[in-house]
């Protein structure tokens, strides 16, 4: 019975992709919206809502390790396996946007390096921590509608992005990392 439920599961998980990656696609049409804007947006949204309500779930019960395993392996599986089998079944290879070279990767590298010091800091995620991350999305979400609409603001949030809010953060995490590191009487 378990094994029929997952594979009806699975059909199911398919059949809402298929009809995620339609709606999708004739949002970004109608609206004149690119593409990758509502794949960076939408569509991880949607493939992620699974994702979060199982990581809140553990979180809630004291399964923390599972939802942390929960994120972390979904991401390596996400860029190494997702990617791969995509890449390895299209005729022609997956194109990656001059966009997406040139702000989203790094920007996905950057955050990969800047949750260095929050794992390891004290072992755990704590709360602030959590709040700063969503921070950071919210920024990232209001950078890629800007940037997609080519709004006069862009300039000064970005300006804002790099020159305050970003060092400030880097030094309450290296006050954190030292904090937390720092032998105590």
């Not at 590298?109 to 704590?126: E, H, M, N, S």
């Not at 509608?145 to 949030?157: D, E, R, S, V, Y």
Request: charged share 5%; aromatic share 8%.
């Amino acid at each position: 019975m378990n094994i029929l439920l997952i594979l009806l599961g699975l059909a199911l998980l398919t059949a809402g992709g298929e009809t995620l990656i339609r709606g999708a696609s004739r949002l970004a049409a109608a609206a004149g919206i690119p593409p990758l804007l509502v794949g960076l947006t939408v569509v991880a949204f949607g493939t992620s809502a699974p994702e979060l309500a199982v990581s809140i779930k553990a979180a809630l019960t004291g399964q923390a390790d599972l939802a942390l395993g929960n994120v972390l392996g979904s991401n390596i599986f996400n860029i190494l396996g997702v990617l791969g089998i995509a890449a390895a079944l299209s005729p022609a290879g997956i194109a990656v946007a001059p966009a997406a070279l040139s702000s989203d990767i790094p920007i996905m590298v950057a955050v990969a390096f800047a949750c260095l010091p929050i794992f390891i800091t004290a072992g755990r995620i704590d709360r602030w921590e959590g709040a700063l991350f969503l921070f950071f999305y919210a920024a990232y979400l209001t950078f890629l509608i800007l940037a997609a609409t080519t709004h006069p603001g862009l300039n000064a949030f970005m300006s804002a992005m790099v020159g305050f809010v970003i060092p400030l953060v880097v030094i309450t995490l290296a006050l954190s990392l030292i904090y937390t590191r720092t032998p105590r009487s």
